[in-house]
């Protein structure tokens, strides 16, 4: 026995009114009115809105002095101008304000950095992470082209630990040997936000080197110069360790929206105008409190154009530990 079919529901008798085709000359009109209503005839696409126009670049900082500190203090609600741009004002005290003679002298040391294909130090790392103060010491290989970096760590806890990132191999990740019962593992492929990197740094380890201490610098100098009441301090016969330094010390003494830091050190041997220390803090919690030390990184025993090779930045390398 078959089911019975379903059927369609019956069809009502049709409603009375307008035809079929009056009611699609009045759809037609309806669509002509919405048009008009909108600003744009019915199949036409609204204009293209119009390029904004490109900044030009702000010219290079040239015979500038430096100018005494002015009096005048923003506070934390002051308006700072935005990272893209950082305004005319802002951009003339970037040339010639109290920042003139620390932009002048990174530039010069910039165009030594520009000589640099590699170097070897002993590195010195000091970070807040996550309000505990992270300290580690490594031998330090870093190489500009590809972007290449190996570490051997020094310090107790780690030592014998290496790492090695290149840009643009492995998969752009880390390449580890951990010590002790970590070191089971073999060697580990780890991304550079992993957890476990994340936990012991502040930074990537693409923020590593020379070059990005001068490249972090002018990146705040706009920053910096938007204070009116910034602070800038050169001292020709400081000293870091045994190595003769010239020093810049630059200070914000009320926190303001956009900075950074409440104070940066920068250390320039002053036979290679490298950037051999630079150290930066943070706003002291509470008044009478001494600044928060953010992170501190020294370069010592450097050694530049040695001639790094990419065995220098290889897991095989027989004089690494990596695990077979």
Same mark, same amino acid.
């Not at 003679?101 to 530039?107: H, I, M």
């Not at 490594?138 to 290149?166: D, N, Q, T, W």
């Not at 003769?244 to 950074?260: D, N, S, T």
């Given at each position: 026995?078959?089911?019975?079919?379903?059927?369609?529901?019956?069809?009502?008798?049709?409603?009375?009114?307008?035809?079929?085709?009056?009611?699609?000359?009045?759809?037609?009109?309806?669509?002509?009115?919405?048009?008009?209503?909108?600003?744009?005839?019915?199949?036409?696409?609204?204009?293209?809105?119009?390029?904004?126009?490109?900044?030009?670049?702000?010219?290079?900082?040239?015979?500038?002095?430096?100018?005494?500190?002015?009096?005048?203090?923003?506070?934390?609600?002051?308006? +700072?101008?935005?990272?893209?741009?950082?305004?005319?004002?802002?951009?003339?005290?970037?040339?010639?304000?109290?920042?003139?003679?620390?932009?002048?002298?990174?530039?010069?040391?910039?165009?030594?950095?520009?000589?640099?294909?590699?170097?070897?130090?002993?590195?010195?790392?000091?970070?807040?992470?996550?309000?505990?103060?992270?300290?580690?010491?490594?031998?330090?290989?870093?190489?500009?082209?590809?972007?290449?970096?190996?570490?051997?760590?020094?310090?107790?806890?780690?030592?014998?630990?290496?790492?090695?990132?290149?840009?643009?191999?492995?998969?752009?990740?880390?390449?580890?040997?951990?010590?002790?019962?970590?070191?089971?593992?073999?060697?580990?492929?780890? #991304?550079?936000?992993?957890?476990?990197?994340?936990?012991?740094?502040?930074?990537?380890?693409?923020?590593?080197?020379?070059?990005?201490?001068?490249?972090?610098?002018?990146?705040?100098?706009?920053?910096?110069?938007?204070?009116?009441?910034?602070?800038?301090?050169?001292?020709?016969?400081?000293?870091?360790?045994?190595?003769?330094?010239?020093?810049?010390?630059?200070?914000?003494?009320?926190?303001?929206?956009?900075?950074?830091?409440?104070?940066?050190?920068?250390?320039?041997?002053?036979? +290679?105008?490298?950037?051999?220390?630079?150290?930066?803090?943070?706003? #002291?919690?509470?008044?009478?409190?001494?600044?928060?030390?953010?992170?501190?990184? +020294?370069?010592?025993?450097?050694?530049?154009?040695?001639?790094?090779?990419?065995?220098?930045?290889?897991?095989?390398?027989?004089?690494?530990?990596?695990?077979?």
């Amino acid at each position: 026995m078959h089911p019975a079919p379903i059927l369609p529901p019956p069809r009502g008798p049709a409603a009375p009114g307008l035809g079929q085709p009056a009611r699609r000359a009045l759809v037609m009109v309806l669509m002509l009115v919405c048009g008009s209503l909108t600003g744009t005839a019915w199949g036409q696409r609204r204009p293209a809105a119009r390029p904004r126009p490109q900044r030009a670049p702000a010219a290079p900082v040239e015979d500038v002095e430096e100018a005494p500190p002015s009096a005048v203090r923003q506070t934390r609600n002051s308006v +700072t101008p935005s990272r893209d741009d950082p305004g005319e004002d802002a951009l003339a005290r970037f040339r010639s304000g109290p920042l003139a003679k620390l932009v002048a002298y990174c530039e010069e040391s910039k165009a030594e950095l520009d000589q640099i294909d590699d170097y070897t130090a002993i590195f010195v790392r000091k970070e807040l992470v996550k309000r505990r103060l992270v300290q580690q010491k490594m031998e330090l290989k870093v190489r500009r082209k590809p972007f290449s970096v190996y570490f051997h760590f020094l310090s107790p806890e780690e030592a014998g630990r290496e790492v090695i990132y290149v840009d643009g191999a492995n998969r752009n990740q880390l390449l580890v040997h951990e010590v002790g019962l970590k070191a089971l593992a073999g060697t580990l492929s780890l #991304p550079l936000n992993d957890p476990r990197v994340v936990a012991e740094s502040r930074h990537p380890i693409t923020s590593v080197g020379l070059h990005n201490i001068i490249k972090v610098a002018f990146e705040n100098f706009a920053k910096d110069a938007a204070d009116e009441s910034v602070q800038v301090k050169k001292y020709p016969s400081a000293k870091l360790n045994d190595v003769e330094c010239v020093a810049f010390v630059i200070r914000h003494p009320e926190p303001m929206p956009g900075l950074p830091y409440h104070e940066t050190h920068l250390y320039f041997d002053k036979e +290679t105008r490298l950037p051999i220390h630079v150290k930066r803090f943070d706003w #002291p919690r509470r008044g009478g409190d001494k600044p928060v030390l953010l992170e501190e990184y +020294t370069y010592e025993r450097l050694r530049t154009n040695v001639g790094l090779k990419n065995i220098d930045f290889d897991p095989r390398n027989p004089r690494y530990q990596f695990p077979r």
